[in-house]
């Protein structure tokens, strides 16, 4: 939660430079204008560099930057001694230029078909790059203008009433807007089958006014605090709604096998004779509604109980109109072909495909309602034998609402998935020559009717790309310990330690059947995660541990603190999909021709390697007694590069990989002024 506005007229300033020309500023500005009225601005503003650099010589010479403004306008009017209202309106303007994918690898083993295309061109980009002495963080994509631009403003107003010493009334109401328009190249391709380009899949904006995702919400939420004159029982009852509406049509264009400047203006070739663009719109709406209470009863003064119920009710609608446009052969005198994509909606002639139309509207489709409803509860239990100890045992039910993805075709709906989670813990404090505290947590969740991301694969020929769809598939467990220790030594040095193990297990998997309308076009599907393994990001081990030495100097001089954090996270699968496509890395019968200059990480690509990160900063507050704030700091001291996600594109013939931020540095200094 943002800080609130004060009594005190006050603020401070700062501005920020460092590597990949790094220039970021900041301002707070907080004013009283009455005893009962007060206002505080806050302003960002922020701009660096890619670190991913671009090598094929059109469109951007680097991706992952960082462009953006932001703002937050807070209110707080006292009405009367027992009624205050707290206004806050924040608006954020990001215009980058997206991640950048990297090719890593490719099937040498296909040869025909598109498979065989898709692999020897990414072999041939690979080549490239390697001739190229490319390493992790260069790129060779092929996107003439990529872009992703958002804005989000929204406002929240909260009124509390103290209508007496043991009833508070809270009303909390909000709304908001996101828009979004984007041009990227999905898989970090610059693909040739001989000296003809083509783009393997690649996304723009649908028109110069739509939006690929705009949509409004607005929530309510009114709740009423009570306790009993004796403050052994504390209880709040409460009301929510939240009601999520389209602002227009939701819509973009993706190629496939095309090679275009622009699809915005459909200024597309169709090189290999079977390319297409998918021009794709929807509406969502989505409201969810719930009534819920608890209590928290004070059994003796070490024994308490905690107790909650809610009734969520949620409804999904969504309306989708989805063509797929067959580019013209001139050489081969093949027509422009428009189709609905959506093959079991809107059925054409030929099973598996969908019926040719003269315009998109002809394609549009309104769901079935996506309703659920559940309740969901939690008891907790806590015992405090001393000020400073406590031991505490929660259960909690869990619930998650089902959903609709037009774009999954045959699979565009899921159901509910649910999780019991049981947890028990303590937290301790200490004081003296060393003070500070110890928490820890051990926990077990148990998931049923799991929604689960699968790679819905298709049927070579059918002119289809892979998908993803969410499917009801699952059971899974978690469990795990949770650790958080401070402790400070002599008042000038402080050790902060995190740690979390967990353990996660896939229990079951049963994929849903494919219908026999589209079996022509599906193949199956590709799971993320296998039965008996873990789950997707789910480190078994993760270790936080900083250090913060403050200096024995004079205050004339001011505050100095020098601080180091590691982070240690261990290895973890982004998505098993590829464990079918890559029985081994290494020899002549190599499934994989790998990029040279990046290491070996593991023997699945979908395999996300352990980390090993260090951060340092260094503090000098109070600058020789002056309301001026020095800081340094360095991320990733050690410059390691490693994979934070995956493609999973290896049944398409390649592979790709994002990686993280190499070492950055900054240097900070704030400008604190006022009362």
Same mark, same amino acid.
Request: net charge neutral.
């Given at each position: 939660?943002?800080?609130?506005?004060?009594?005190?007229?006050?603020?401070?300033?700062?501005?920020?430079?460092?590597?990949?020309?790094?220039?970021?500023?900041?301002?707070?500005?907080?004013?009283?204008?009455?005893?009962?009225?007060?206002?505080?601005?806050?302003?960002?503003?922020?701009?660096?560099?890619?670190?991913?650099?671009?090598?094929?010589?059109?469109?951007?010479?680097?991706?992952?930057?960082?462009?953006?403004?932001?703002?937050?306008?807070?209110?707080?009017?006292?009405?009367?001694?027992?009624?205050?209202?707290?206004?806050?309106?924040?608006?954020?303007?990001?215009?980058?230029?997206?991640?950048?994918?990297?090719?890593?690898? =490719?099937?040498?083993?296909?040869?025909?078909?598109?498979?065989?295309?898709?692999?020897?061109?990414?072999?041939?980009?690979?080549?490239?790059?390697?001739?190229?002495?490319?390493?992790?963080?260069?790129?060779?994509?092929?996107?003439?203008?990529?872009?992703?631009?958002?804005?989000?403003?929204?406002?929240?107003?909260?009124?509390?009433?103290?209508?007496?010493?043991?009833?508070?009334?809270?009303?909390?109401?909000?709304?908001?807007?996101?828009?979004?328009?984007?041009?990227?190249?999905?898989?970090?391709?610059?693909?040739?089958?001989?000296?003809?380009?083509?783009?393997?899949?690649?996304?723009?904006?649908?028109?110069?006014?739509?939006?690929?995702?705009?949509?409004?919400?607005?929530?309510?939420?009114?709740?009423?605090?009570?306790?009993?004159?004796?403050?052994?029982?504390?209880?709040?009852?409460?009301?929510?709604?939240?009601?999520?509406?389209?602002?227009?049509?939701?819509?973009?264009?993706?190629?496939?096998?095309?090679?275009?400047?622009?699809? =915005?203006?459909?200024? =597309?070739?169709?090189?290999?004779?079977?390319?297409?663009?998918?021009?794709?719109?929807?509406?969502?709406?989505?409201?969810?509604?719930?009534?819920?209470?608890?209590?928290?009863?004070?059994?003796?003064?070490?024994?308490?109980?905690?107790?909650?119920?809610?009734?969520?009710?949620?409804?999904?609608?969504?309306?989708?109109?989805?063509?797929?446009?067959?580019?013209?052969?001139?050489?081969?005198?093949?027509?422009?072909?428009?189709? =609905?994509?959506?093959?079991?909606?809107?059925?054409?002639?030929?099973?598996?495909?969908?019926?040719?139309?003269?315009?998109?509207?002809?394609?549009?489709?309104?769901?079935?309602?996506?309703?659920?409803?559940?309740?969901?509860?939690?008891?907790?239990?806590?015992?405090?034998?001393?000020?400073?100890?406590?031991?505490?045992?929660?259960?909690?039910?869990?619930?998650?609402?089902?959903?609709?993805?037009?774009?999954?075709?045959?699979?565009?709906?899921?159901?509910?998935?649910?999780?019991?989670?049981?947890?028990?813990?303590?937290?301790?404090?200490?004081?003296?020559?060393?003070?500070?505290?110890?928490?820890?947590?051990?926990?077990?969740?148990?998931?049923?009717?799991?929604?689960?991301?699968?790679?819905?694969?298709?049927?070579?020929?059918?002119?289809?790309?892979?998908?993803?769809?969410?499917?009801?598939?699952?059971?899974?467990?978690?469990?795990?310990?949770?650790?958080?220790?401070?402790?400070?030594?002599?008042?000038?040095?402080?050790?902060?330690?995190?740690?979390?193990?967990?353990?996660?297990?896939?229990?079951?998997?049963?994929?849903?059947?494919?219908?026999?309308?589209?079996?022509?076009?599906?193949?199956?599907?590709?799971?993320?995660?296998?039965?008996?393994?873990?789950?997707?990001?789910?480190?078994?081990?993760?270790?936080?541990?900083?250090?913060?030495?403050?200096?024995?100097?004079?205050?004339?001089?001011?505050?100095?603190?020098?601080?180091?954090?590691?982070?240690?996270?261990?290895?973890?699968?982004?998505?098993?999909?590829?464990?079918?496509?890559?029985?081994?890395?290494?020899?002549?019968?190599?499934?994989?021709?790998?990029?040279?200059?990046?290491?070996?990480?593991?023997?699945?690509?979908?395999?996300?390697?352990?980390?090993?990160?260090?951060?340092?900063?260094?503090?000098?507050?109070?600058?020789?007694?002056?309301?001026?704030?020095?800081?340094?700091?360095?991320?990733?001291?050690?410059?390691?590069?490693?994979?934070?996600?995956?493609?999973?594109?290896?049944?398409?013939?390649?592979?790709?990989?994002?990686?993280?931020?190499?070492?950055?540095?900054?240097?900070?200094?704030?400008?604190?002024?006022?009362?």
């Amino acid at each position: 939660m943002p800080q609130k506005p004060t009594d005190r007229l006050e603020g401070w300033v700062e501005g920020s430079a460092g590597g990949y020309n790094l220039m970021r500023g900041q301002m707070v500005l907080n004013v009283p204008l009455a005893d009962t009225f007060k206002v505080r601005v806050t302003v960002d503003r922020n701009k660096r560099d890619g670190y991913v650099k671009n090598h094929s010589g059109t469109g951007a010479d680097d991706f992952a930057n960082v462009n953006y403004f932001a703002a937050r306008l807070s209110i707080v009017a006292d009405l009367t001694p027992d009624l205050e209202n707290y206004t806050v309106a924040t608006y954020s303007h990001s215009f980058g230029r997206g991640y950048g994918s990297r090719l890593i690898a =490719c099937d040498q083993r296909q040869t025909t078909g598109i498979l065989g295309i898709n692999a020897q061109a990414a072999c041939a980009q690979i080549a490239r790059q390697n001739a190229r002495g490319d390493g992790p963080l260069d790129s060779d994509i092929s996107n003439p203008n990529p872009f992703v631009n958002q804005r989000t403003w929204q406002v929240i107003n909260t009124t509390t009433w103290q209508a007496s010493d043991d009833l508070t009334v809270k009303n909390i109401a909000s709304y908001s807007e996101f828009r979004e328009r984007l041009s990227n190249n999905l898989n970090g391709d610059n693909f040739f089958l001989g000296t003809t380009p083509f783009q393997v899949t690649f996304q723009d904006v649908f028109d110069t006014t739509s939006n690929q995702a705009a949509e409004s919400g607005f929530t309510e939420e009114l709740q009423l605090h009570g306790k009993t004159g004796d403050g052994r029982f504390d209880w709040q009852l409460g009301a929510y709604v939240e009601l999520s509406r389209p602002l227009g049509w939701n819509q973009g264009r993706t190629g496939a096998y095309v090679n275009c400047t622009s699809i =915005c203006d459909i200024a =597309c070739t169709n090189p290999l004779g079977f390319g297409s663009i998918t021009q794709a719109s929807q509406k969502a709406s989505f409201d969810s509604k719930g009534l819920y209470a608890q209590g928290t009863y004070k059994l003796t003064d070490q024994l308490s109980m905690t107790a909650g119920l809610r009734y969520t009710w949620d409804t999904t609608k969504v309306s989708a109109r989805s063509s797929r446009l067959n580019l013209a052969v001139p050489a081969a005198g093949v027509p422009q072909i428009l189709r =609905c994509s959506d093959p079991l909606n809107n059925p054409g002639a030929t099973p598996g495909t969908g019926k040719v139309v003269t315009d998109i509207n002809q394609c549009l489709y309104t769901y079935p309602l996506n309703k659920s409803h559940a309740p969901t509860w939690m008891v907790d239990l806590e015992y405090k034998p001393a000020s400073d100890l406590l031991f505490y045992a929660k259960y909690a039910r869990g619930y998650r609402t089902g959903g609709i993805n037009p774009n999954n075709f045959g699979f565009e709906a899921w159901d509910p998935e649910k999780v019991d989670t049981y947890e028990l813990g303590a937290k301790a404090s200490f004081h003296g020559a060393v003070s500070g505290y110890f928490n820890i947590t051990g926990f077990y969740n148990d998931f049923s009717n799991q929604q689960l991301s699968v790679g819905v694969s298709p049927v070579l020929g059918s002119g289809f790309a892979g998908s993803t769809a969410v499917v009801n598939a699952g059971k899974s467990r978690l469990s795990g310990i949770e650790v958080d220790l401070s402790a400070t030594f002599f008042d000038s040095l402080r050790f902060d330690l995190g740690y979390a193990y967990l353990d996660t297990e896939l229990k079951s998997f049963v994929p849903p059947t494919i219908p026999p309308a589209l079996s022509s076009v599906f193949a199956g599907f590709t799971q993320n995660q296998i039965v008996g393994g873990p789950l997707s990001l789910s480190p078994k081990h993760r270790v936080t541990l900083t250090g913060t030495y403050t200096l024995p100097v004079s205050e004339h001089l001011g505050r100095i603190s020098l601080s180091a954090t590691y982070v240690y996270t261990s290895a973890q699968y982004f998505s098993r999909a590829d464990d079918a496509f890559v029985p081994f890395l290494d020899g002549t019968n190599s499934v994989q021709l790998r990029t040279a200059n990046i290491p070996l990480w593991d023997a699945n690509l979908g395999r996300l390697p352990a980390t090993n990160l260090v951060n340092l900063n260094l503090n000098w507050n109070e600058f020789l007694g002056q309301p001026i704030d020095l800081s340094a700091f360095v991320t990733n001291v050690t410059n390691q590069i490693y994979p934070v996600a995956t493609g999973s594109t290896l049944s398409q013939g390649y592979e790709t990989a994002i990686f993280g931020a190499p070492r950055m540095w900054g240097i900070r200094i704030k400008y604190r002024f006022g009362s």
